[in-house]
């Protein structure tokens, strides 16, 4: 859509809405992409796309609805919809949509990154020959790029519309019994390097080979990003937000001021740090982000709200609306969530280093409690992988997990909203011979 065509949508959306209900807001996302799959080293698809939507927001005496549709031109359905959906809805506090801000440029939008198939092709072809460095064969893979655009207003007088860019990549490889994986994606180009993304795949299919049987027993443990952000995003996230601590699903409810984690260990959301993946000025209903500091040195200080949790239950927003597409209403998330502590090498003393983990969706996230198999573990012992392991599990609870952090690596992987290090944990239970 030309901007001027979004000014006209707009103005059209409130007009209609004007003397139907007190508040309307309208999300207009519009982009393309390109997508290419790898199948035993070759690019078997290419495809690409082109899509649009919008979402409306209506807000009448306390009561929200909201509806989405793949089609702008449709708009009138939409806020149809929107408001017979508002009618059938439990009135709550509401305190109104946020009101205009000051334009800035835009976090999330590299110039370089260009949604072409030559630029994809680059890429894919420079992970493959990263691939090549070990002997190992390419089961699967993927690379995506895109770009485009998202406009929020609402009848506040709020607008906002942010550009961003975005690409992917992932590689799956295979020697013997033993698999390799590894992934990227940022929404700057730079940040990506295809060529690592293969070598690593390659070099967890080949090295995991011939693995040994562990004994059952207390070990030192290292937990990779990936393995570590499956933990944390089925039980300490879900635990920090707002709505579920006034619904009682969550462990941590009764505990501001409370030391929660190590004291060595802190979490935080900060939408502006530049490694992650969907940086922005603001939150999903406009309002001004800041850096919010959940847990510091172990102690929880806060939980996280959207303005309509907020209102319910008499709290302020702390701009942690995120929208996952154009499914409907903004929810409670985060932006660049990362956690710090004590920085060593991970790796120096022996322990057993956990690649990924499966199974980390069946936790308890009341409980925290977990038990999960290892993916890709390896002995670990003076700053390098050693001996491949066959099989093991790893039980226990996460808050107990996050207790007993030794230290964490200085480097660190953006995965989703996520900005993790990899740690190192001490006397967790492993079992083995599975």
Known sequence: MQWWEVVVLIEDVFAAAKSRVDEVELVIAEGHGIRADLRRGKITIGTASRSAGIIIRTIHDGRIGVSSSDSPARWKECLDAAIAGGKLADRQEWGGLFGPVQERETLARDPTLIVSPDLLNDLITTMVQGSE????????????????????ANSAGLLITEPSTHASLSIEMIQGQSTG?????????????PFTIGKTASWFAYAGQNGVELDSGTYDIVLSPDALSQLLDTVLTPALSGRNVHAGRSVLAKKIGEQVLGEEISLFDDPLDPRGSANSYWDGEGVPVRRLDLITNGVLNCFAYDLRTAYRYGKETTASAVRGGLAGAPSIGFHNLILKGPVDNVLDEKAVYIHDVVGAHTANPMSGDFSVELSSPFFAEGGELGTPIRSAMLSGNVFDLLNQVQCVSAETKTLGNMILPSIRIENQTLVGKI
Request: hydrophobic fraction near 35%.
């Open 181 to 193: 994986f590894e992934h990227d994606a940022s929404w700057q180009l730079s940040r990506i390097n």
């Open 133 to 152: 460095e070990y002997d190992a064969k390419i089961t699967s893979g993927s690379a995506s790029l895109s770009s485009g655009n998202v406009t929020l």
